[in-house]
């Protein structure tokens, strides 16, 4: 059961007329309650090579480790809502943002835009949405305590990619809660020609065509 | 005036508990309303050079030209609802999909995802919410009868890149209908060390860092 934002009344699920797929639609003031993928807007903070990770104290998967990440508010650019939610939860102020990964999470709706970052002066500490909040080195990741998937693949391609020295920027999708789609720019390029609509989309990185 | 969508009744604005900014809150059930940017997702369709272009039959803009862009929809990727939106309203399957272009549109809450993408046979024709689809190449673009900056600037951009022969992934803000961010990574790379937040974001290459 849904009510309509506009008037209160109960809506109906329907196909609008012009549409061609279910949407809450309110029978008195015909009001169509649209349901849109959320983008969620993050960092890689890093300072002196180091990664600084938070640990949850909120659901879903409190007590696990993520990178700071939200979903992005109104009258913010993806940077700025990155920008945000570190400060939010680990209290650190980002400088050098470097647009870094953007995945499309089909199983949850939403669309994650993640920043590599380093930290002004090193600082950080717990904000509300945290327990505790720590810098890392690679050996250091409590890879089976991460909380998302998501969280986990920026990660894994973050470390591969400082490793040879060059980051790319990614467009994927990730269509499980399991997957995180460890594809490098390297070894995705064998997309042939695609039926419409494609299924998936190789990783980019910004080389001459 | 606006009413809750799980109880139907009127709402109020303000402050969540544990929040930081006003919101539309029901004072019976709790639940909150939120309001976070909505994704835009489009193509620039491409034939033997030629850029496809749709004359728009619904407003905004109506009778402006556009390249084939809307809102994505849940359940679908990026590159999917890119090429949705490019049957929908130019009836043209697309191929070899590139991401191109992310641009935080600030003063409508949008974020515009752009690919570079091939026309599959060249076929393509108006759909319902065209009046009209052409074929154009660099010197029949028209210019002031294009709907949106977005636009305008995605197009200048693909047609700067294309004659250098090189394509990065752009990210940027667009913080006005007028403003089209016409900067290229050449030349926007004079950014500093942001204060937070970050004010705005350079385009990025994929360049080795």
Known sequence: MSFCTRCGAETILKIPGGDDRQRQVCPVCNAVAYQNPKIVVGAIPVWEGRILLCRRAIEPRRGFWTLPAGFMEND???AQGAARETWEEA???LIDMEPYGVYTLTFVNQVYVMFRA????????PGPESLETALVD?????WPQLA?????????RYLADRRRGRFPMYMDEISSPQGHAPRYPDTASASGPAAFPPISLKAVSGKKQ
Do not use: N, S, Y
Request: aromatic share 8%.
């Open 138 to 142: 690679e050996k250091q990741i409590p």
């Open 76 to 78: 913010e650019t993806l």
């Open 91 to 93: 209290r650190a102020r």
């Open 118 to 125: 380093q930290i002004v002066d090193g600082q950080f500490a």
């Open 148 to 156: 998302f998937a998501v969280i986990a693949g920026t990660l894994e």
